[in-house]
């Protein structure tokens, strides 16, 4: 069972910035792909970037590219998602998940543990 423990959301105004951590004490951390996912109040969980095992392939949501990054540190057993620029429709409860799988990476299905999210709220 690989535990996931989501930290740093919190409140900001539009056009801040955070990063999100995802830390695990999985050994096998750097086999899996990370990723990103949020849920708003009434709204269906909605994938937002994912990163292979290599971070070779690091697919964003439209919404969020080029204002969101992904990355990991497999030695740190830790993902990362730097959110900058931030908006208000960004407020979301934040989870991250681990899959074993490199394909499909967008699709919730695909991914085998979840974190407990992280709250993020921006504020306009």
């Known amino acids: 069972q690989v535990q996931l423990v989501e930290s740093g959301g919190g409140l900001v105004q539009a056009g801040g910035s955070l990063r999100l951590s995802c830390a695990t004490s999985?050994?096998?951390?750097?086999?899996?792909?990370m990723g990103w996912f949020r849920q708003a109040p009434g709204k269906e969980r909605e994938f937002v970037a994912a990163i292979t095992w290599s971070a070779g392939i690091t697919p964003y949501a439209d919404s969020v590219k080029g204002r969101f990054t992904i990355s990991r540190d497999n030695a740190k057993n830790t993902s990362y998602l730097q959110m900058n620029n931030l908006k208000p429709e960004d407020t979301a409860n934040y989870y991250c998940?681990?899959?074993?799988?490199?394909?499909?990476?967008?699709?919730?299905?695909?991914?085998?543990?979840w974190g407990q999210g992280t709250q993020v709220t921006v504020s306009s």
């Open positions: 998940a681990a899959s074993a799988s490199t394909m499909g990476v967008r699709y919730a299905a695909r991914y085998d543990y």
């Open positions: 999985e050994g096998t951390f750097s086999r899996y792909t």
